[in-house]
């Protein structure tokens, strides 16, 4: 139900540092200025329906975004809900399922060190995995090193 064009586009969700998580959206093609959007997800299927509790907020005082704190990812699909309504009529809904991981934005190697011997012309680089809520085997993860000569 509701009015073409005024449901939300381009939403999009990224967790970063472990446990954040930011949900952005535009606003419809047909939306006007007094048109209001709600954030309503649900982290797993046994889990309720909740609705954003840090709203971000464009020039008209519209909600854009979403902030939340404490996300745990564990392999889990996420089911997330935006609707809404302008002067009283209802707007379209958008729904999207997404599997958690696949948009966490994972942190650097932790605690990288090197150690260069110019006797033997050798370097030794070690680090530890970044931090991250769901993978707990650290041969998940793949390294690139680039060495530059200065």
Known sequence: AGMNGT???????VIFNVSFMNCTWNEGRTATEDT?????WRPSKEEDITECQNYIKDDYGR????????????NKYA??????????????????????????????????????????????IWWQPPRTSHVKISDCFKYGIV????
């Open 79 to 124: 089911y997330f809900l935006v609707n809404g309504s302008r002067s009283g009529q209802n707007i379209q809904s958008y729904e999207k399922k997404i599997m958690l991981y696949q948009i966490e934005k994972l942190t650097p190697p932790l605690n990288v060190t090197v150690n260069c011997t110019e006797a033997s012309h050798r370097c030794s």
């Open 63 to 74: 909600h854009t975004g979403c902030q939340f704190q404490n996300v745990t990812i564990e």
């Open 7 to 13: 449901a939300v586009e381009n939403f999009v969700c």
């Open 147 to 150: 060495i530059e000569n200065k």
């Open 36 to 40: 209001q959007y709600f954030l309503y």
